[in-house]
């Protein structure tokens, strides 16, 4: 296999930064196939995150801002992104240096720049999710956000993870020294721009000019609609999917000027109610099937009820589960 | 034998204003820790970077002094029984001091006889006792906003990771936050990274700047106070003052490294503010100016780490910036298309607080309320006051205040530049650029007339909208700015020395609300925001310094003057409020200020006694007594000599001068008889005596004043 040059490509960054996360134990998993803002949406972070289960994720994630985005023709400013997510639940003691050693990994060295953690109080509120941590800064342009979750879905967690998002486009224009984004070498030899530019004009011109509100809006009710029935049943994959598409739609139709200010907060809370009981339902989902991720006995005999007593522990995820006593 | 003591809190990077107040609570803590456990020491420092927060006190007495406390136990009734012999009560008593029955002594007490014994405490060696009490102050710092990242209730700013607990050489035995404290601190996060050893608490400063750490605020701030001032220095100028900057700098680095960078001139055409807003508010970067005063195209960073890559740091400081000023000048440029007086109607499109109607609304309450307030301050500032009110809220709508969410805190600021630039007169667009203020403690009043009456009316509407809506502050809880906006009218009629009665302000500020609504609870909001306000006031009087009791003397004086139909609180017009405060307080160490406040506590106790309803005026007919009459004679000489002095706020020549007084009232003490059985007789003394109490309540309610012989009753 030929030797990674994370400062000739994109791509050679990315997989580094597999390479890097891999070997920390984390499964690789791959984009979610639905539209999402931002890792976080992905259920291998939002549900994933819930609960007392132990969890090493990391994955490339497209997000997709529709109101960000510039017909193609800002440097900096595009409405499909890409994001390197990582989740590590529980948050391991020396989580900051391995976040910088994963820089190191990618060709950035802390003693030729200036990195800062420069506190920020994440907040999703779509997501009902919140967490304290920081926006790492290089050289005074932020490249990743760090936080430690404290709550999803409106729920206190259970384990605090530390999930750490790298903004891929940027870091990669830094380490290859690019002022445009177009410029961007995403493999030897073709550029972000030939890639994207097409796409990023037409995205653009949809997003603002074309999309048909009427029919957002009506998609917007249809989704909300399937999302409770399917949560009501129990079916917590497809009903957090409708989820993930109210969400879009939300920030398709804000792209679209449709939602006026007053608007916006209802339908932000809509969404939110959404995202709450999704994480309630998996929560319970998990705690039926016995939390199978805890492979560790102290913890199973923390956390899993015995087998005869069928009901699984109410609230396992909540605040007020067990946490309070230490393994 | 003594040694010193080590407590360093290891945590990832903490937000830099979270450090000082911290630091303030370590300290405090150590102290009041140390003296609990009768542990002697000598000096206590305190030090913090972002990542560590750590408090060394200099020669901690190697042992607890020993120590004897007097304990009482139960009555002595209940001590013994019928044929003598202890009682469970007492024996129980014994038994948890520690204590010897022959050692039980009776002791008399104002609620009768109890038992008591004499315990002694032996002094332990300070290594052991010194664990525990460093852990709670350590869990017991609080913070703006605190997480937890282990799977309990453990909660701090940032995650906790290692501690330092050194007794000497020694380590104290220190568990929190899932640790134990060592000796092995950390080095620079990149200079340095990984384990550092502490030999000996007296070596923390030294072990740690061998690892690219400079432990102590003072001495790195002062290094990279030099360092960005020899830059700018070098750039042809000098450094914008700023010390909040300086202080966040210095807790956002370990080994602070200044460097200076550049942006294109033509950049200088944006408004000052504009620009050093640009530079600090995410880059914390220090702008420079000439010696005339004028902004320079050149800013001063501070990196944490060595010159080492300087020149990468600086292209992409210089990159970043140069990004956020294009931004600035997109946003000047469109917001200059729209001048302030076009945008007025959009006004109405915004919501100003939940329920409270529109930005229009506000602003044709401010003008109104700018008329008041003008009659009574200065009525030629009047028409450029309201002319601002009508503006002073468009710069919400521009892009810079609207969409640029960095320039927020140049609310006003940028609305008085595009008013000067609409070409609206200069006493309308400083007004507007000077309402907000003062925005903080540090932060000066308005300077221009129009300027104090238009910054006073959208506080007073501020806090009365907020009163009417329900958003009261509570406890530290105040989302809405209450108690800011309060304390800041507050401090410009002191500092402005404008005297304005807060009790019909608040009437005139509360008038649109209700006519707008009239099922609101009128005489309940009312009652609250005079309490609101009078609070506002004692905590204005506290922080200048006032001693509590000729505080209270002040706010609680009942000021009566002719063809006012009720009292006016002493509270209500601050200015003058603290004025009467600190003459009385001044007045202490006079010879005759004792007689003076026993003298009004003479007078004031016989009242207090008297359920007698008094008439509205003296019967002069029923002034018989030469005692009596001696009084009336002293009462209407003093009256005669202070009413001038009242108007001129003369205070310091009142107080003599009610003391002109003190024989006659002595006299009438001595010789009159209050409580007589004639009813109106008795009427007549007791109205009398009133209205003396009533002429030193005009200033003072000296009842409030604790002299010297009172202190240890």
């Not at chain 2, 000082?20 to 000598?42: D, T």
């Not at chain 2, 001048?339 to 329920?355: F, I, K, N, S």
């Not at chain 2, 000067?420 to 009043?445: L, M, Y």
Request: neutral net charge; hydrophobic residues 45%; charged residues 25%.
């Amino acid at each position: 296999m030929p030797e990674l040059s994370p400062k000739r490509s994109l791509q050679d960054m990315i997989l580094a930064l597999q390479q890097y996360w891999a070997a920390r134990g984390c499964v690789i998993q791959q984009p979610y196939p639905s539209e999402v803002g931002a890792g976080t949406f992905n259920p291998a972070t939002f549900l994933r995150s819930l609960g007392p289960e132990p969890w090493r994720v990391a994955f490339v994630e497209p997000s997709r801002r529709p109101k960000d985005g510039r017909y193609g023709e800002n440097p900096h400013r595009f409405q499909q992104f890409y994001q390197y997510q990582v989740l590590l639940k529980p948050a391991p003691a020396d989580v900051v240096e391995q976040y910088f050693d994963s820089l190191r990994a990618i060709g950035i060295d802390p003693l030729e720049h200036d990195l800062r953690l420069v506190e920020d109080d994440w907040e999703s509120p779509t997501l009902g999710a919140a967490g304290l941590g920081w926006q790492v800064l290089m050289d005074g342009t932020e490249i990743s956000q760090f936080t430690y979750f404290q709550q999803c879905g409106g729920i206190e967690v259970a384990i605090v993870s530390a999930e750490l998002t790298y903004g891929l486009d940027r870091i990669g224009m830094m380490l290859q020294g690019k002022d445009r984004v177009q410029d961007l070498a995403w493999a030897p030899g073709v550029t972000w721009g030939e890639l994207w530019l097409q796409n990023e004009r037409e995205w653009s011109r949809y997003n603002f000019e074309l999309a048909d509100v009427d029919g957002l809006f009506d998609m917007f009710k249809r989704w909300e609609a399937e999302a409770l029935r399917l949560l009501e049943l129990d079916l917590v994959a497809p009903g957090y999917d409708c989820v993930i598409k109210c969400s879009h739609l939300f920030n398709l139709l804000d792209a679209r000027g449709a939602i006026s200010v007053s608007e916006r907060v209802g339908y932000i809370g809509r969404v939110r109610k959404l995202a709450r009981r999704s994480a309630t339902a998996y929560l319970k989902q998990r705690a039926a099937l016995g939390f199978p991720l805890i492979k560790d006995e102290a913890q199973r005999a923390r956390w899993v009820k015995p087998a005869e007593d069928n009901a699984a522990p109410a609230n396992a995820g909540a605040s007020s589960a067990p946490r309070g006593a230490k393994a | 034998m003594s040694r010193d003591l080590l407590f360093e809190i290891g945590v990832e990077e903490l937000p830099a204003g979270y450090v000082p107040p911290a630091l303030e609570q370590l300290e405090r803590g150590a102290r009041a820790m140390l003296a609990e456990l009768r542990l002697e020491s000598g000096e206590i420092e305190k030090l913090a970077t972002p990542r560590r927060l750590a408090i060394t006190a200099r020669g901690v007495a190697e042992r607890q002094a020993d120590a004897s406390e007097e304990a009482m136990g139960p009555a002595s009734r209940v001590a013994w029984d019928a044929e003598g012999k202890p009682t469970k009560a007492l024996l129980g008593f014994c038994a948890g001091k520690g204590a010897e029955l022959s050692a039980v002594r009776r002791v008399a007490t104002p609620k009768g006889e109890y038992v008591a014994v004499t315990v002694h405490h032996t002094g332990k060696p300070a290594r052991e006792v010194l664990g525990a009490p460093l852990a709670a102050l350590a869990q017991r710092l609080t913070f703006p906003k605190t997480m937890r990242w282990l799977d309990d209730e453990t909660r701090f700013a940032r995650p906790v990771r290692w501690m330092v607990a050194l007794l000497g050489d020694d380590v104290i035995p220190v568990s929190a936050f899932a640790l134990e404290a060592g000796r092995v601190s950390q080095g620079h996060r990149f200079l340095a990274p990984g384990p550092v050893e502490i030999p000996n608490a007296s070596r923390y400063a030294e072990a740690l700047a061998s690892r690219h750490v400079i432990a102590g605020q003072r001495e790195r701030g002062a290094r990279m106070r030099s360092q960005v001032e020899a830059l700018a220095r070098a750039a042809g100028g000098r450094v914008v003052a700023d010390p909040e900057l300086f202080e966040i700098n210095n807790f956002l680095v370990e080994w602070p490294t200044a460097f200076a960078g550049a942006f294109d001139t033509g950049f200088l055409d944006l408004p000052r503010e504009v620009i050093v807003t640009a530079l600090r508010e995410h880059q914390r970067f220090f702008a420079v100016e000439n010696a005339a005063g004028r902004l320079l195209p050149a800013f001063i960073a501070v990196r944490n780490g060595e010159a080492h890559g300087i020149d990468t740091v600086r292209k992409g400081a210089e990159d970043v910036l140069i990004a956020r000023l294009d931004d600035a000048r997109f946003y000047w440029n469109s917001d200059l298309k729209l001048p302030p007086a076009h945008r007025v109607d959009a006004l109405a499109g915004v919501v100003w607080m939940e329920g409270l109607g529109s930005l229009r609304e506000k602003a044709r309450r401010l003008e109104s309320l700018c008329d008041w307030i003008a009659a009574r301050l200065e009525p030629g500032a009047a028409a450029h006051a309201r002319r601002a009110a009508l503006l002073c809220k468009t710069d919400l709508l521009s892009e810079m205040i609207g969409s640029g969410k960095e320039y927020a805190s140049l609310e006003g600021v940028m609305g008085g530049h595009y008013a000067r630039r609409a070409g609206e007169p200069e006493p309308v667009a400083a007004a507007i650029s000077e309402h907000h203020r003062p925005r903080g403690p540090a932060d000066a009043p308005p300077a221009t007339a129009a300027g104090v009456i238009l910054a006073l009316a959208d506080k007073l509407d501020h806090v009365a909208g907020a009163f009417v809506g329900g958003k009261v502050p509570s406890g530290s809880e105040d989302p809405y700015g209450v108690r800011r906006a309060a304390n800041g009218a507050v401090r410009i009629l002191i500092e402005q020395e404008r005297h304005l009665d807060l009790r019909d302000a608040t009437m005139e500020s509360t008038r649109a609300f209700f006519a707008a609504d009239p099922n609101l609870s009128q005489a309940e909001i009312v009652k609250k925001l005079g309490e609101f306000w009078r609070g506002r006031v004692e905590a204005a009087l506290d922080e200048r310094g006032v001693p509590y009791d000729a505080r209270d003397a002040a706010l609680e004086a009942r000021i009566v003057t002719d063809g006012a139909a009720r009292a006016r609180p002493g509270w209500i017009d601050p200015c003058d409020c603290l004025e009467r405060a600190r003459t009385l307080a001044g007045f202490r160490a006079d010879a005759r200020f004792e007689p003076l406040v026993v003298l009004f506590k003479r007078v004031a106790n016989i009242l207090a006694k008297a359920t007698e309803s008094l008439p509205a005026s003296l019967d002069r007919a029923r002034v018989i007594e030469p005692a009596e009459r001696m009084l009336l004679a002293a009462l209407d000489s003093a009256r005669a000599r202070t009413e001038p002095l009242w108007e001129r706020r003369a205070y310091a020549e009142i107080l003599p001068a009610l003391l002109a007084m003190e024989s006659a009232i002595h006299g009438f003490f001595d010789h009159v008889m209050v409580n007589v059985d004639d009813l109106p007789t008795r009427v007549s003394r007791l109205k009398l005596l009133a209205e003396v109490r009533e002429l030193f309540l005009r200033g003072w309610d000296l009842s409030k004043v604790v002299v010297e012989g009172e202190k240890s009753a």
